[in-house]
């Protein structure tokens, strides 16, 4: 028992040696285990002595020593000791004969209590309730096991005598461990987690949700610890039409009811089957009824819940639908014939949009299809016309650019569906006091009650640039009660349904239009030549529990799907929300199993994970099998370029590989898998203005033209600016952890010194200083700069920031608009912010800067600093400045494109084609100078037109020489990139060189190439 252990032999030993040492009679001890409670010891004297009467107490007194030191119990149990109630949930029960617990030091005894009716009570009177297993001598978790439950493996464990019968009727209800003293009196009550032996007993890799074969169609249901479940038929306006028992209770009598029900008696493999005639139910509404216990009341509910697995809803998800996505009348027309040849994932730029952002506000799509997937169907194709929008990401296709990055597609929570108890911009300003009902906005609906919401808010800002009254219905009745609930937008990271494409992006929420839009969306776009990339959100969901109607994977099984405190059994919410768990079993498959169906079903190209960190790192690289599984000639998807990348923050209750190896930056290198690269995006924009104020980044004047809140020459700016100029190097190298360089010590180093890179091969690092997160690119930026600085100027420091990103090695990644200098008029967090706030005009006839305060949740603190931005920055963008952006950024993209040299593909051809310069501690401050050959040293050559390329950024607001005098390199024949001899920026092509010495303009990056002269020649590799 866990009191009184055996001896163990280290006891044995230093009780031998401490005889032996008090007298030479004590020669050996020899001992034997008879029951968890005895041991028996034999003292052996040696041959010629005969243990004395002085000697046998001390003996005597050292084994009963040595028995009381391996007691864990130090005292007796007295009244303060005894539990009244139920404490946590600290008892885990990770496989069939495994409990995990640490009971403290004075339990004698252990036994697991089940009650299917909540029965059991821990009380003054003592235990009661609920049927006991016992819980025998400790145990020790093999290797495998004790590496899955890192967290908690060097916890006391114990055997558990119990066969799958018992188990799985304890399953199905309250489950608490007891831990008694020698007197039988409970010392402590916890509450058992389970999701250990529901994943050895009960994991299912057959196919879930609603299944359709030939003329058959079943709903597959798996829920392990349900008392029972039938599945309910709805018709097209919601009413009940059928009750259908379980497959297993029916018999052969399968899509029929029954008068008289028998006994539920549950099925043995936890998953509930339904089967019906096709006919019978497909598109049909459906819901299943299930009875099951849930911890968090501690009773027996009966509850309808969406089938988690659903592939398509009614509005607003009340209810799954039933929908074959084989079905013709769902694929838009040679939907079949699209087959993509994906490029290599090195080759990819990733272009990040919002379904609702894109669209919205282009007046050139029809008002139905605004903010919906179908606003992608307007790409000038046949009969369609070619939208502003549409027009927009065709330009930057025909570029270059090969991957539209959406943010979350699926089935999420937070927006209402139902346009019609919505509160959005085109409705008059009466409704959001009709809807809202808060005292302090009843002036405004009075003043301007039949204006329409967005012209009100034109004429706020016309008045007042710094206005708070935009904001104002967002914040003043509080988020999750003004605006931000009722209107029509959020980012969607709030998933409800992951295999359910959301119902408010499609121009009917109440059904299959938005499998079929989705599609359209998805083939439209492989027409202008663009991949599309999905953002996925797995680590969480936006509820749980029994009551909330957000909830489904934790109504179907409670306890399994959700990550939970190891002690206290409350819900961990790091992510946000609800978090799960995706090193059980079944949440691991229904990712995978989710990711397919999009790869295959809707052709989608890529994947971003949420919080990828959060989910451990065996998954990522198992999808990443799986999906490569799927081939043009079999699925018609390009399976083993499909690309994954995520965001491997570390953090929360699972940070530094606490309960798994998770899929974080420095674990993921050598996967292929992608993560965001911070090192270089914080040194490049010199961190967020909401966390860092006006301290400049490298591109924004650190050290070289400091802004009024900073002191001219500043050594520990100087210092600044050298690090983060190493940082961008290796970033510029893909992120490499192996990147040979020299750092501004003047010290051979390589890229994951210091923790900077992380990448084992160039796609492993998505590169960027600008996405959804934070202030855009343009307004943080803007903040950073001498407020005097004039226009033309901050346009140059905008497209600076962006070449270190196109023209470096690894994965670009941009957000929508950052081409056209995008602002949310200084949000730092827009995801909830609405369609003001989050606005993008591609006829480029407006900009957000300075359009009112932005919403209070996020940037109250920052209020007056953004005033005063508003106010004294030189900040006027016309569309001149837009347009300028615009052009930059497509020529940009040309030149990345131009040679395969901006994208290779190994890091070893990184290793010795890619080359900086002007570095260590004597650098030029500012300048990064940096050379890809594909000369004669390099090897086999890569470009038939260059024997290499030297990009050299000067981030300083004056022109600066560099001089490169490279042993054995002739600049002979060098020459600025045709793109840039044709483009239009008339500043860069001011960049000359004289010899050696290069001379390049205030905030410039010049692109020189070398052409090959018929063979290829010579040019400098990395020494």
Known sequence: ??????????????????????????????????????????????????????ILPIAILMIAATLIHSCRTTKEAGPEDIVSSVEGAAAHWVSSDLLI??????????????????????????????????????????????????????RPAFRVDAGRDVITEAVKGQIIAIAYDRRDQPVAATRVQFPGVIDELFFH??????????????????????????????????????TVLPDHLRGGNHGESTDSEPAMVPPADGVWRFSSARGDWDRKFYRFEISVYHHDNNRINTYEVTDPYSVSLAMDSRFSQFADLNDADLKPQCWGRLSKQLPHPADITLYEAHI???????????????????????NGLLDRNLSDGMAHLKRLSDAGLTHLHLLPVNDIASVIENPARRVDLHMPYRRICDTIQHPGLFEECERRQFMPIREAFEQMVDENPLTHLVQKPYSLPGRMRGMAAADGFNWGYDPFHFNAPEGSYATDPDGVARILELRTMVQS????????????????????????????????????????????????????????????????????????LWARHYKIDAFRFDLMGHHPRSVMERLRVELANLTPE?????????????????????????????????????????????????????????????????????????????????AEDLAWLLDAADRIRVGMSGNLATYPYINREGRSAVGGDEMIGFARQPQESVNYIDKHD??????????????????????????????????????????????????????????DSGDWFNAIDFTLGSHLWAQGLPPAWDNEQRWDDIRALFREANVDVRREHMELAHRLFQEQLRIRYSSPLFRLHTADEIHKRLAFHNTGPDQEPGIIAMTISDGQCAG????????????????????????????????????????????????????????????????????????????????????
């Not at 055996?6 to 034997?32: F, N």
């Not at 025998?136 to 290797?143: F, M, V």
């Not at 057959?206 to 039938?230: F, I």
Request: glycine share 8%.
């Open 525 to 596: 776009l492989a027409q202008i030549g663009l991949n599309v990339v999905v953002d996925v959100v797995y680590n969480h969901t936006f509820a749980s529990g029994p009551t909330s109607r957000f909830s489904v994977l934790d109504k179907v099984v409670p306890g399994y799907y959700h990550r939970y405190d190891p002690d206290t059994g409350a819900m961990e919410t790091s992510t946000c929300c609800d978090n799960t768990a995706a090193e059980h079993a079944m949440m691991e498959k229904l990712i995978i199993d989710s990711v397919l």
């Open 205 to 242: 890799d057959g196919e879930l949700g609603p299944v359709y074969r030939e003329d058959q169609l079943s709903a597959n249901l798996w829920a392990p610890t349900a008392l029972s479940v039938k599945l309910r038929i709805y018709d097209a306006q919601k009413n009940l039409v059928d």
């Open 634 to 714: 079999e699925h018609q998807v390009d399976g083993a370029n499909i690309y994954i990348y995520g965001e491997g923050w570390n953090f929360g209750e699972v940070a530094n590989d606490r309960i798994f190896v998770q899929a974080t930056q420095f674990n993921m290198g050598g996967t292929g898998i992608g993560n965001f690269n911070d090192r270089s995006r914080d040194a490049i924009r010199g961190g967020n203005f909401t966390n860092n104020g006006r301290a400049q980044g490298f591109i924004s004047g650190r050290f070289l033209f400091p802004n009024e809140e900073s002191d001219p020459g500043q």
């Open 940 to 1023: 086999d050559p890569l470009d038939p037109d260059y024997d290499g390329i030297l990009v050299v950024f000067n981030a300083d607001n004056k022109s600066r020489d560099i001089t490169l005098d490279l042993e054995g390199m002739s600049w002979d024949g060098l020459q600025l990139h045709p793109v840039q001899q044709q483009g239009a920026d008339p500043v860069v092509r001011q960049s000359e060189r004289d010899g050696s010495t290069f001379h390049i303009p205030a905030l410039t990056a010049a692109v020189f190439v070398k052409p090959q002269q018929g063979a290829q020649g010579g040019f400098v590799c990395n020494r």
């Open 774 to 831: 934070n202030e855009t690119l343009w307004d943080n930026t803007q903040a950073k700069l001498p407020l005097d600085m004039e226009m033309d100027d901050r346009v140059r420091v905008h497209m600076l920031g962006n070449a270190f990103i196109n023209f470096g090695q690894g994965v670009p990644f941009y957000q929508m608009g950052t081409d056209i200098l995008r602002s949310k008029s200084l949000d730092r967090n827009s995801f």
């Open 356 to 378: 609702r952002d894109f669209s919205i506000n282009d007046k050139s799509i029809p008002q139905e299809h605004r903010g919906t997937f179908m606003a992608f169907r307007h």
């Open 101 to 154: 617990w640490d009971s403290g030091p004075l339990a004698h005894r252990h036994e697991i209590r089940f009650s299917p009716k909540a029965a059991i009570r821990v009380d003054t009177q003592g235990v009661t309730g609920g049927t006991a297993i016992p819980v025998g001598r400790s145990a020790q978790l093999d290797s495998d096991l004790a590496g899955r439950l890192r967290h908690i493996a060097d």
């Open 1 to 54: 028992m866990q009191d009184f252990r055996p001896a163990e032999p280290r006891d044995l030993e230093e009780l031998s040696r401490t005889l032996t040492e008090q007298s030479p009679a004590a020669h050996a001890i020899h001992s034997k285990t008879i029951d968890s409670d005895h041991i028996y010891f034999a003292l052996y004297p040696e041959p010629k002595q005969i243990m004395n009467r002085t």
